[in-house]
């Protein structure tokens, strides 16, 4: 158990639709991380927040957003779905600061499942 | 930008025999992060070894360890005595010091057969 967790394990949901996907990260992390995993994109970096803060940007669709709470709690919003939005969504969480601190540890995953 | 290749779709190894699964990478950093995670069938990214480019001493977890190569751009993963439950997903995973994302490869498939 890496200590994160995400909510909920599996979500389906039709296409058009809007959807929130939750993770708690480690005690004492500040820093949350988002990836997708889709079988042809194979695992890509969303985004990452550092304390209440965005802190960097990757591969992300305008039709999805996300924010860390001052609980350091974040959710993805993922709007408007489409089919190819059906993927393995992982948060990640690490100290925040330098070094061997900043291993980033997975939870779960959230499997979404666009019809 | 950074990248990672793993030039190993599959892979395949007997139980109790040893397997050394490849990764090389791209960057002009002069320091950074290597890792690698496992990913079984329920599909939980599990970290199984991070190494540290400052280090020239290659990191060894129990039956895990890595060959390093800092001039070659090269991380390989060595799993010794083989067990099924290595049967796994294997991700090499490149990193910029401080607060930065992980750059994946592709990922390896790695079946342990009895």
């Known amino acids: 158990d890496s200590g994160v967790t995400q909510t909920p394990k599996h979500l389906i949901t039709a296409t058009g639709q809007r959807v929130t996907l939750r993770c708690s990260p480690r005690s004492g992390d500040l820093s949350v991380y988002w990836y997708q995993q889709s079988l042809d994109q194979g695992l890509q970096f969303l985004i990452q927040y550092y304390n209440g803060e965005e802190r960097a940007k990757g591969n992300i669709l305008e039709r999805f957003s996300a924010q860390q709470f001052p609980d350091l709690h974040s959710e993805l919003n993922l709007s408007s779905l489409e089919l190819g939005d059906s993927a393995l969504y992982f948060c990640a969480s690490s100290a925040g600061t330098s070094g061997a601190l900043n291993t980033q540890y997975f939870g779960p995953g959230t499997r979404l499942t666009v019809l | 930008a950074q990248t990672v290749t793993q030039s190993q779709p599959e892979m395949s190894v007997q139980e109790a025999e040893t397997v050394t699964l490849s990764c090389t990478y791209d960057?002009?950093?002069?320091?950074?992060?290597l890792f690698w995670y496992k990913q079984p069938p329920s599909r939980q990214m599990i970290l199984v070894i991070r190494?540290?480019?400052?280090?020239?001493q290659n990191a060894t977890e129990n039956r895990f360890s890595v060959n390093f190569q800092k001039a070659a751009k090269s991380f390989s993963l060595k799993i010794s005595d083989s067990q099924l439950g290595d049967t796994a997903m294997y991700f090499c995973?490149?990193?910029?010091?401080?607060?930065?994302?992980?750059?994946f490869g592709k990922g390896t498939r790695l079946s342990v057969i009895a």
């Open positions: 995973a490149f990193m910029k010091p401080g607060n930065t994302p992980l750059v």
């Open positions: 190494q540290e480019a400052y280090k020239q």
């Open positions: 960057t002009s950093e002069n320091n950074y992060y």
